[in-house]
C-alpha cells in the first residue's frame, strides 16, 4: 500500500482524490481503528473550520467571573469589607445580607469572611512560634529519655503532674530564638513498654497525682528556694523602707537602671521580665533592673543589638538608639538594631510580629514594621530600606495601547484619545479591566502619568497623556 | 476499641500543627510565654510517651487542648501560692472557657495564609485589620491612595478566604 500524506487527505476531503487514491485511503482507513478516527478528526476539522468565520469566541474566565457575580448577587470583597467594617451603604448591607440568607455555601462563604475579619483584629496578641525549631527542640529532649517513674495515669486524669522539671526544660535553649530551622525526626519509638493506660480528657478539676522521686525533690527544693527569695525580699523591703533605700522610692535612675557594655567581643543579656539582647562588640546598652520596678520596659542601646523581647502587654518595651534619636515601641517581638559607625544612620530590622519605630524628637514622625521591614532613620526621616516591591493590586499586565483601545470600544467610544496626546507606545501597566470604563479611568489617573479631560457629553472623556514612567 | 490518633509518622506534623497555638492559648491565662511553652512541651512528651496507648473518642486537636488545659490549670493551682503565675487568671474562668481556644488554630492559620500574600498586599492588610489603622492612615503612611488601600484590603481579603475555605482545621473540632 502507498504510503498517505496529508496532501491526500486532504484532497480526498476536498473530493478531489483520484480513483486509486481514493483506495488506497479507504484500505489505509480500514486498516485500524486509529486511522479510521483519525480520517474522521481529519474531516470534522475541515468541516468545522468553514464556520469559524461566524464564530464568536469568548473570554472564558470572564464570563466564569461573571457567572459568579450573578451567584454572588452582584457582592463582590468590597461589598463584604465595607459590610464588615461598618460602612456599607443601606443597598450594600441589603446585598450583602440577601447573598448571605440566598444559600449555605454563601452563608458559609460569609462565615470565613467574618472569621478572617473578627480573628485578624486579634492577631496582634500572637506571637510566632517557629514550629520547625520547637521539633527541633522536642526531639533533643525525648531522645535517650528514661522510662518515667510513673506512667499510669490515676483516674481519668489525661495528663499528670509534671514530667519534664523547669529547670531542665529552662536550659533547653529557646527555639524560638533560632532562625535556622532544621527538622530533626524524634527518636524511634522508647525501648520501655509503657504500661497499658486509657487517657481520657477529664474535667481539669482532677486530682493531680504527686509525682514520685526527683521531679518531688526539684518541686521541694523550688519551694524552698522561693519561700528564701520571699525571705530575702521582704527584709530588703522592710530595711530599705527604715532606711529610705532608694530602691523603694525617692532614689534616682541609677538605682533602676544599670549598663552593660561590650568591648571587642559581642555578648549576650538576659533582662528581668525574660527578654534577651545580643550585643555586637562596642556597644553599650542601659537597662531596666528589676521590671517590677519600672513602668516601662525602655533601654537605651548605643551600637549594634539584636532583640527578642517577652511579651508583656501591659508594659511596653521601648528601646531608644540615643545616636541617632530613634526609638522603637513593642509589647513582644524580635528585632535588630544596627548603628551605622558613621553615627548617623540607624538600621532597624523587624525580625517578627510589629513595632512602632519613631523620632524620638518628634513621636508623631514614626513608621510601623511588621515582620521582615528594614528601615533606616537618618535623624530625621525614615527610608524604607525594604526591596523595592511591585504594588500588585490587579493581577494583569496590559499594554497602554491595548488599553486604550479598550476603554474607547467599552465606553462605545465615548472615550477617545486626544489628537495631541502623549502616548508611551511600549508602556505596560497593571490594571483592572473588569471595572466600569470610568473607574478604570480614575484608576489609571492614579496608577500611572494618565491625563484625561471631560468633554461636553455625559461620561465622555478625552484622554491627553497616557505614560506609564 | 477507640484507636489512637497519635503515631509516629504523623506525630511531627501534629506537633508542628498545634505547637504555636497551644502556646498562645496557654499564654493568654498565664502570661508568661516560657511556663507556656513548658507547659506545651510537656504535653507533648506526656503524648509521645503514650502515643501508642492512648485511647480516645475525640480528634487529636481536641484532646491536645483538653490535656493542654488541664495541665495549665493544674500548675496554676500548684504554683500560685508561690507566686510563680501571679498574672495567671482564674481558673474558673479557664474551666468556663471551653471554646476559647479553638481561635488560636484559627489565627494560626490565619498567618500561615497571610505569608502568602505579597509583602506590600501583607503589609496593607496588616496594617488595617491587625493593627486596626483606618484606610486614609494607611494612604497617607504609604503615600499610595486610599482606593488602592481599599482594593488591596479587598484583594487580601479575597485570596485569603480562597486559601482557608478548604482548610479543616478551622472548622474541626
Known amino acids: ?469 | 476499641m477507640n484507636k489512637s490518633p497519635f503515631n509516629e509518622s504523623n506525630f511531627e506534623e501534629v506537633f508542628k500543627t498545634y505547637f504555636g497555638p497551644l502556646c498562645n492559648y496557654v499564654n493568654s491565662y498565664i502570661k508568661d510565654w516560657e511556663s507556656s511553652r513548658e507547659i506545651v512541651q510537656g504535653t507533648f512528651m506526656k503524648v509521645w510517651e503514650n502515643k501508642d496507648t492512648i485511647q480516645i473518642n475525640t480528634s487529636a486537636k481536641s484532646y491536645l487542648y483538653s490535656a493542654v488545659r488541664n495541665r495549665m490549670i493544674d500548675m496554676i493551682r500548684s504554683n500560685k501560692k508561690l507566686d510563680e503565675y501571679k498574672n495567671a487568671a482564674n481558673v474558673d474562668e479557664i474551666e468556663e472557657n471551653v471554646e476559647h481556644m479553638n481561635s488560636f488554630v484559627v489565627r494560626e492559620e490565619i498567618l500561615r495564609s497571610m505569608d502568602k500574600l505579597k509583602p506590600k498586599m501583607r503589609k496593607i492588610f496588616s496594617l488595617s485589620k491587625v493593627e486596626g489603622l483606618t484606610y486614609n492612615e494607611i494612604a497617607a503612611y504609604l503615600n499610595i491612595s486610599k482606593r488602592a488601600v481599599e482594593d488591596n484590603v479587598a484583594k487580601a481579603l479575597k485570596l485569603l478566604k480562597e486559601d482557608l475555605e478548604g482548610n479543616e482545621l478551622l472548622f474541626s473540632n
Open chain 1, 1 to 469: 500500500m502507498s504510503k498517505i500524506k496529508e496532501q491526500d487527505i486532504l484532497k480526498l476531503l476536498r473530493g478531489e482524490a483520484s480513483a486509486k487514491k481514493l483506495k488506497a485511503l479507504e484500505e489505509w482507513s480500514s486498516l485500524d481503528e486509529d486511522n479510521a478516527s483519525d480520517l474522521e478528526l481529519y474531516q470534522t476539522i475541515y468541516d468545522e473550520s468553514e464556520h469559524l468565520s461566524s464564530y464568536k469566541r469568548t473570554d472564558a474566565e470572564a464570563e466564569w467571573n461573571q457567572f459568579t457575580n450573578i451567584l454572588h448577587n452582584g457582592v463582590n470583597e468590597g461589598d463584604l469589607l465595607s459590610y464588615f467594617d461598618g460602612l456599607a451603604t443601606p443597598s450594600q448591607q441589603t446585598k450583602v445580607e440577601e447573598w448571605r440568607s440566598f444559600s449555605k455555601s454563601n452563608k458559609e462563604e460569609f462565615n470565613v469572611f467574618n472569621l478572617i475579619i473578627s480573628e485578624s483584629a486579634k492577631l496582634s496578641e500572637i506571637k510566632r512560634v517557629d514550629a520547625n525549631a520547637e521539633w527541633e527542640s522536642f526531639g533533643k529532649m525525648i531522645k535517650g529519655k528514661s522510662t518515667p517513674a510513673n506512667l499510669t495515669a490515676v483516674g481519668t486524669a489525661p495528663i499528670v503532674a509534671p514530667i519534664v522539671n523547669k529547670a531542665t526544660i529552662k536550659t533547653t535553649p529557646a527555639a524560638s530564638t533560632s532562625v535556622k530551622a532544621t527538622t530533626v525526626t524524634p527518636p524511634a519509638q522508647p525501648t520501655y513498654q509503657a504500661k497499658e493506660v486509657t487517657m481520657t480528657p477529664s474535667p481539669a478539676t482532677t486530682t493531680v497525682a504527686p509525682e514520685e522521686g526527683r521531679g518531688n525533690r526539684i518541686f521541694m527544693w523550688r519551694s524552698l528556694a522561693a519561700a528564701a527569695a520571699f525571705l530575702l525580699i521582704a527584709f530588703i523591703g522592710i530595711k530599705g523602707y527604715q532606711n529610705d533605700w532608694s530602691l523603694f522610692g525617692g532614689g534616682g535612675d541609677d538605682d533602676l537602671y544599670a549598663t552593660f557594655a561590650t568591648t571587642d567581643m559581642p555578648d549576650q543579656l538576659s533582662l528581668s521580665d525574660g527578654s534577651r539582647v545580643n550585643l555586637n562588640s562596642q556597644t553599650t546598652l542601659t537597662y531596666f533592673k528589676d521590671v517590677e520596678m519600672t513602668d516601662l520596659r525602655d533601654v537605651t542601646i548605643d551600637g549594634q543589638g539584636e532583640f527578642d523581647i517577652a511579651s508583656n502587654p501591659k508594659k511596653p518595651f521601648v528601646v531608644k538608639a540615643r545616636r541617632s534619636g530613634v526609638g522603637i515601641r513593642v509589647l513582644g517581638t524580635k528585632f535588630k538594631v544596627n548603628g551605622n559607625e558613621e553615627g548617623y544612620l540607624e538600621v532597624i530590622e523587624n525580625i517578627e510580629g510589629s513595632v512602632r519605630a519613631y523620632a524620638l524628637d518628634d513621636t508623631t514622625n514614626y513608621v510601623i514594621m511588621t515582620a521582615g521591614d528594614r528601615y533606616g532613620f537618618d535623624g530625621v526621616n525614615f527610608v524604607d530600606l525594604n526591596d523595592d516591591v511591585q504594588e500588585e493590586y490587579y493581577g494583569k499586565d496590559y499594554d497602554i495601547l491595548y488599553v486604550l483601545d479598550y476603554l474607547m470600544k467599552e465606553s462605545n467610544w465615548k472615550v477617545i484619545s486626544g489628537s495631541e496626546i502623549e502616548f508611551q507606545s511600549d508602556g505596560i501597566i497593571n490594571v483592572d479591566l473588569d471595572k466600569p470604563y470610568e473607574e478604570i479611568l480614575e484608576d489609571l489617573r492614579e496608577r500611572s502619568n494618565f491625563e484625561y479631560v471631560k468633554r461636553d457629553c455625559e461620561g465622555c472623556y478625552e484622554v491627553r497623556k497616557f505614560v506609564v514612567e
